[in-house]
């Protein structure tokens, strides 16, 4: 299926068994990126059409869970929090991971949720689970507002947080966030197609992985746990740390760390996106 | 004339049954093979996908070696029953699929359309599924924006255009599904049997669109369909395929049609030949079932208030002679109720029915029953002993027809009738 791969002859598109393995076909996506924002835009649509509360739902998740978060993890099991107030401290660490988690889980269903419409038309299937990463990035900025209005409040207040120049290093942390997303939900996409297991395997390994990642702990609580080389290795780590330390002002994160989320992202994606256009071209046979 | 599309030996293979315990184990073993260089262990296995047969291998070819070749702006009809090998084939040319092995190469822009309205969202409004289906189709936002007006008129559901499509009955919901279809601009064209949507009159708009559209505009077009007539109207040449294998090179759609109802029927009559399911003495048994139209033609189909005439073809292998037979032949509705019964002792004709091989037929000057799908019955008594008895021994498809003659068409038995009025 390569592009002008025959443009001599006027042939411009060739349907053959296998294509060679290294091929990301980013340009084929670019093509067609109308489609992309019509995706976006009908996410968002039937998203608030006919909900009474709209948006608000958005608001309301993150708001019970952190203070479920504060009433068990805070008050009852008595984690610490660096000196920052409970609430604010779940908040932030949720309102990360909700969009990693998020992009995770949405784009790891992208061929069994779409079968209907991929048995039906072609088009480079990779711009289903761009557009779902792109519309869960509604739903990160009104939790991340939320967040805000929090910090707003305990800075007023006089508590200990310190919003510091890191902040600018946001737009980062969420390419970061949305790029593990994404290349962890490609690659269970494509194992979904076959392997139904996967499915079930999801949901629990995506709680497991949030408690591999500092979102109900501080990195700092942990440095005499034998788990510590877990939670180091996971690539949401320095992401979580690093969102906290520009916001909150209490966080462990070096450049390195940086460079680590950075390189798996890019290894999750390229792998992620390989495998990915493989099944797309006979998925349609084992769904 | 320069090709826009070259086919060459396409071979699907399809692994038969549930996907899942030992498909793991196949896998590994066909990457074990296929990493050192030697053929996949499977193919060598594959069947042709004949269905009447039952399966030996779990693997079977659903299209094998298939090859031919399109020039730019000829209509080509696909022509083949189910099972034949057609949507795989469309799947692997619109890439939904890919193929096991071959290779096809297209030269320009390739949209299929395997149905009307693929990714409509009930939330969204008629403009914007129009943007996103058109997107899907593989349209760009700026080609949609030119065409809007032409879609909303050609749909003909302008006074609901932003209001949701949930709300559209299904009637303006296909037409603006196919109003979208209609419209796209490439210069090959995919097409399954999505003319088979929509009241009549809408029919008829469809089918004229896409004449135009291959006639004028010199599009290329692949028109899958069962549709006779369609193709009839619509392609030039075409191709029958038949267990997954090209039955009838490309050519002359007519001839192509009589090639695909002529091996239909012979596969018919080798049907009840062998069929268990007959009671009586058997000494005369029913072997097929023909239909023929005014001018003698065998067709698959009869046309309600037309000449038909029902054949059915029996074998006395003993050649025993009787003077006291009795034949009846009878449509009956697929709910069970018997429509017409065509018996001769109802017109005092006797049948001697001593040949090895023949056929009787029932002649009937105005077919007077509507549209639809039947079935016939055949029963035979000789002496008033039940010689042989099949139920369903044929369907019988009637096309709805003229038969009053002014154009209206009616469901039910049709009689001719007058009126009056004091």
Same mark, same amino acid.
């Given at each position: 299926?390569?592009?002008?791969?025959?443009?001599?002859?006027?042939?411009?598109? +060739?349907?053959?068994?296998?294509?060679?393995?290294?091929?990301?076909?980013?340009?084929?996506?670019?093509?067609?990126?109308?489609?992309?924002?019509?995706?976006?835009?009908?996410?968002?649509?039937?998203?608030?059409?006919?909900?009474?509360?709209?948006?608000?739902?958005?608001?309301?998740?993150?708001?019970?869970?952190? @203070?479920?978060?504060?009433?068990?993890?805070?008050?009852?099991?008595?984690?610490?929090?660096?000196?920052?107030?409970?609430?604010?401290?779940?908040?932030?660490?949720?309102?990360?991971?909700?969009?990693?988690?998020?992009?995770?889980?949405?784009?790891?269903?992208?061929?069994?949720?779409?079968?209907?419409?991929?048995?039906?038309?072609?088009?480079?299937?990779?711009?289903?689970?761009?557009?779902?990463? @792109?519309?869960?990035?509604?739903?990160? @900025?009104?939790?991340?507002?939320?967040?805000?209005?929090?910090?707003?409040?305990?800075?007023?207040?006089?508590?200990?947080?310190?919003?510091?120049?890191?902040?600018?290093?946001?737009?980062? &942390?969420?390419?970061?966030?949305?790029?593990?997303?994404?290349?962890?939900?490609?690659?269970?996409?494509?194992?979904?197609?076959?392997?139904?297991?996967?499915?079930?395997?999801?949901?629990?390994?995506?709680?497991?992985?949030?408690?591999?990642?500092?979102?109900?702990?501080?990195?700092?609580?942990? +440095?005499?746990?034998?788990?510590?080389?877990?939670?180091?290795?996971?690539?949401?780590?320095?992401?979580?740390?690093? &969102?906290?330390?520009?916001?909150?002002?209490?966080?462990? &994160?070096?450049?390195?760390?940086?460079?680590?989320?950075?390189?798996?992202?890019?290894?999750?994606?390229?792998?992620?996106?390989?495998?990915?256009? +493989?099944?797309?071209?006979?998925?349609?046979?084992?769904? | 004339?320069?090709?826009?599309?070259?086919?060459?030996?396409?071979?699907?293979?399809?692994?038969?049954?549930?996907?899942?315990?030992?498909?793991?184990?196949?896998?590994?073993?066909?990457?074990?093979?296929?990493?050192?260089?030697?053929? /996949?262990?499977?193919?060598?296995?594959?069947?042709?996908?004949?269905?009447?047969?039952?399966?030996?291998?779990?693997?079977?070819?659903?299209?094998?070696?298939?090859?031919?070749?399109?020039?730019?702006?000829?209509?080509?009809?696909?022509?083949?029953?189910?099972?034949?090998? *057609?949507?795989?084939?469309?799947?692997?040319?619109?890439?939904? #699929?890919?193929?096991?092995?071959?290779?096809?190469?297209?030269?320009?822009?390739?949209?299929?359309?395997?149905?009307?309205?693929?990714?409509?969202?009930?939330?969204?409004?008629?403009?914007?599924?129009?943007?996103?289906?058109?997107?899907?189709?593989?349209?760009?936002?700026?080609?949609?924006?030119?065409?809007?007006?032409?879609?909303?008129?050609?749909?003909?559901?302008?006074?609901?255009? /932003?209001?949701?499509?949930?709300?559209?009955?299904?009637?303006?919901?296909?037409?603006?599904?196919?109003?979208?279809?209609?419209?796209?601009?490439?210069?090959?064209?995919?097409? /399954?049997?999505?003319?088979?949507?929509?009241? %009549?009159?809408?029919?008829?708009?469809?089918?004229?669109?896409?004449?135009?559209?291959?006639?004028?505009?010199?599009?290329?077009?692949?028109?899958?369909?069962?549709?006779?007539?369609?193709?009839?109207?619509?392609?030039?040449?075409?191709?029958?395929?038949?267990?997954?294998?090209?039955?009838?090179?490309?050519?002359?759609?007519?001839? %192509?049609?009589?090639?695909?109802?002529? %091996?239909?029927?012979?596969?018919?009559?080798?049907?009840?030949?062998?069929?268990?399911?007959?009671?009586?003495?058997?000494?005369?048994?029913?072997?097929?079932?023909?239909?023929?139209?005014?001018?003698?033609?065998?067709?698959?189909?009869?046309?309600?208030?037309?000449?038909?005439?029902?054949?059915?073809?029996?074998?006395?292998?003993?050649?025993?002679?009787?003077?006291?037979?009795?034949?009846?032949?009878?449509? #009956?509705?697929?709910?069970?109720?018997?429509?017409?019964?065509?018996?001769?002792?109802?017109?005092?004709?006797?049948?001697?029915?001593?040949? *090895?091989?023949?056929?009787?037929?029932?002649?009937?000057?105005?077919?007077?029953?509507?549209?639809?799908?039947?079935?016939?019955?055949?029963?035979?008594?000789?002496? /008033?002993?039940?010689?042989?008895?099949?139920?369903?021994?044929?369907?019988?498809?009637?096309?709805?027809?003229?038969?009053?003659?002014?154009?209206?068409?009616? #469901?039910?038995? *049709?009689?001719?009738?007058?009126?009056?009025?004091?």
């Amino acid at each position: 299926m390569a592009e002008n791969a025959d443009s001599t002859q006027g042939w411009n598109l +060739k349907i053959q068994p296998t294509s060679s393995f290294f091929e990301l076909r980013l340009k084929e996506l670019w093509a067609y990126r109308d489609l992309l924002f019509l995706f976006v835009r009908r996410d968002f649509i039937s998203t608030y059409k006919q909900t009474l509360l709209g948006p608000l739902w958005f608001f309301i998740q993150p708001l019970l869970s952190s @203070i479920t978060f504060t009433f068990v993890f805070g008050k009852i099991a008595g984690i610490p929090t660096d000196g920052i107030p409970q609430i604010l401290f779940y908040l932030t660490g949720l309102t990360c991971w909700n969009y990693f988690s998020e992009c995770l889980t949405r784009t790891s269903s992208t061929f069994t949720t779409n079968s209907s419409i991929f048995g039906k038309v072609y088009f480079p299937r990779m711009v289903v689970p761009v557009s779902n990463v @792109i519309s869960n990035l509604f739903r990160f @900025i009104i939790q991340f507002s939320l967040m805000l209005v929090f910090l707003g409040y305990y800075m007023f207040t006089g508590a200990n947080v310190h919003p510091g120049p890191l902040i600018l290093l946001t737009p980062v &942390f969420l390419i970061l966030m949305a790029g593990l997303g994404l290349g962890t939900g490609i690659l269970v996409s494509s194992f979904t197609t076959k392997y139904r297991d996967f499915t079930f395997l999801l949901s629990f390994g995506v709680q497991l992985l949030m408690y591999t990642t500092p979102v109900i702990y501080p990195l700092s609580a942990m +440095k005499n746990s034998s788990y510590k080389w877990l939670i180091d290795l996971n690539p949401m780590t320095p992401v979580i740390e690093g &969102f906290r330390l520009a916001y909150l002002g209490a966080g462990e &994160f070096t450049i390195n760390d940086l460079l680590y989320s950075t390189i798996s992202m890019f290894v999750l994606l390229i792998v992620g996106l390989l495998i990915f256009n +493989k099944v797309e071209k006979t998925f349609m046979d084992t769904v | 004339m320069s090709k826009a599309i070259e086919v060459h030996n396409i071979s699907k293979l399809y692994r038969l049954g549930a996907i899942g315990t030992g498909s793991l184990v196949h896998d590994l073993n066909r990457w074990w093979k296929t990493m050192r260089g030697q053929e /996949d262990p499977y193919q060598l296995v594959g069947q042709v996908n004949d269905r009447s047969q039952k399966a030996t291998s779990p693997y079977v070819w659903a299209l094998k070696d298939i090859s031919f070749s399109v020039n730019e702006g000829e209509v080509i009809g696909i022509i083949g029953k189910n099972g034949a090998g *057609k949507s795989t084939l469309l799947k692997i040319l619109s890439r939904i #699929t890919s193929p096991s092995q071959g290779e096809i190469r297209i030269k320009g822009r390739i949209a299929s359309l395997l149905e009307v309205g693929t990714g409509f969202h009930p939330e969204l409004s008629g403009r914007e599924n129009i943007f996103l289906n058109g997107a899907i189709l593989g349209m760009r936002k700026k080609e949609i924006k030119a065409k809007l007006d032409e879609i909303i008129d050609f749909s003909g559901v302008e006074r609901y255009i /932003d209001t949701p499509v949930k709300r559209y009955s299904s009637g303006m919901y296909v037409r603006l599904a196919f109003g979208v279809a209609a419209h796209l601009d490439p210069e090959i064209l995919v097409i /399954d049997e999505v003319l088979a949507v929509g009241d %009549a009159e809408f029919q008829k708009k469809c089918i004229g669109k896409m004449q135009d559209v291959s006639r004028s505009e010199g599009r290329t077009v692949l028109f899958v369909s069962h549709n006779m007539a369609a193709v009839k109207s619509l392609c030039t040449q075409s191709i029958v395929l038949k267990n997954g294998m090209v039955d009838f090179e490309k050519g002359d759609t007519e001839l %192509a049609i009589q090639h695909y109802i002529r %091996a239909e029927i012979s596969a018919s009559k080798i049907l009840l030949r062998n069929r268990k399911d007959r009671s009586g003495r058997g000494r005369i048994q029913f072997t097929a079932v023909e239909y023929l139209n005014g001018a003698g033609e065998i067709v698959p189909s009869l046309i309600s208030g037309e000449k038909a005439e029902i054949r059915a073809y029996y074998q006395n292998p003993e050649q025993f002679e009787s003077i006291n037979n009795k034949i009846e032949v009878s449509i #009956t509705h697929p709910e069970g109720i018997i429509l017409i019964q065509f018996n001769n002792f109802l017109k005092n004709f006797s049948l001697k029915l001593n040949h *090895k091989e023949g056929y009787v037929s029932v002649h009937i000057d105005r077919l007077p029953i509507s549209g639809g799908q039947y079935f016939i019955n055949l029963l035979v008594f000789s002496n /008033d002993l039940l010689e042989d008895w099949v139920i369903h021994a044929g369907s019988l498809l009637v096309e709805e027809g003229d038969y009053y003659g002014y154009g209206v068409s009616s #469901t039910g038995i *049709k009689a001719e009738h007058t009126w009056e009025e004091n």
